[in-house]
């Protein structure tokens, strides 16, 4: 399959089904709000290197978890019954990008490819309420966290960090435990992992993620910032 260039004049994108071997759809254009959104509604997500121009993907398999699904293990149960961590949502979204940018994702040493172009253009989808970051606390201290966009009835994660043992683990059950409650079908985890996997993330052909896209296009979204997601104060 060929890959199509972007215009950055209109925000049109090929369909995810033309993807070549690599899961590449195609190259260019920018991460307006407006491009970025699209792209997530219809199963596409950035990730190129600094530097170079961007690249869309839509990976056949997609790894994904089913909320409902979830797998704690019995080590990070005691974790919950002992309150180790306090959990926050929203409240240092631009800290999480920079944490998860200077930890390892996808095989590279490090997480360069989350760009000062990629932590500008997703702090604008915060601020808009539609990407939204998990904070993992130990005291004062941020130990971990991740960030994802939502919209309709899926969470599309894009990283996550932790300094701690466990504590991305924390953050990210938090996170599924709570989206449950509200009727999320999904959580997108782009690629596989050992770690996702551990946790009860599995493969889903393309198709099927593409047939979520679909119906999760007829959810309405409410762009807002989840700053009580987790308490109530």
């Known amino acids: ?21 690599d899961g590449i759809v195609a190259i260019g254009g920018d991460l307006s709000p407006q491009r970025l959104l699209i792209a997530y509604q219809i199963g596409l997500f950035p990730w190129f290197n600094p530097d170079d121009p961007i690249l869309w993907w839509s990976p056949d398999p997609r790894f994904v978890l089913f909320p409902d699904k979830l797998k704690v293990a019995k080590s990070m149960r005691t974790y919950f019954n002992q309150n180790k961590y306090k959990v926050t949502c929203d409240r240092e979204f631009e800290k999480v990008m920079r944490s998860c940018q200077i930890n390892e994702r996808k095989g590279q040493s490090g997480g ?3 760009s000062e172009e990629m932590i500008e253009a997703y702090s604008q989808l915060h601020e808009l309420g539609f990407a939204h ?3 993992v ?3 004062e201290a941020l130990v971990a966290g991740l960030y994802g ?5 899926i969470f599309y994660g894009e990283s996550m960090f932790t300094n701690v043992s466990n504590g991305s683990k924390f953050g990210f059950i938090s996170l599924v435990r709570e989206l449950e409650k509200q009727g999320y079908w999904l959580i997108d985890c782009q690629q596989e992992t050992n770690h996702l996997k551990s946790m009860g993330a599995e493969p889903m052909v393309r198709k099927e993620f593409l ?20 308490d109530k104060d």
């Open 112 to 114: 360069t490819w989350i």
């Open 133 to 135: 970051s998990v904070e």
């Open 211 to 230: 047939e979520y896209m679909d119906r999760n296009a007829k959810e309405q979204t409410k762009p807002e910032k989840w700053l009580n997601l987790f």
């Open 137 to 139: 606390w130990d005291g």
């Open 1 to 21: 399959m060929p890959i199509y260039w972007l215009s950055e004049e209109d925000y049109k994108f090929p369909h995810p089904e033309l993807a070549n071997e």
């Open 149 to 153: 966009i939502g919209l309709g009835k």
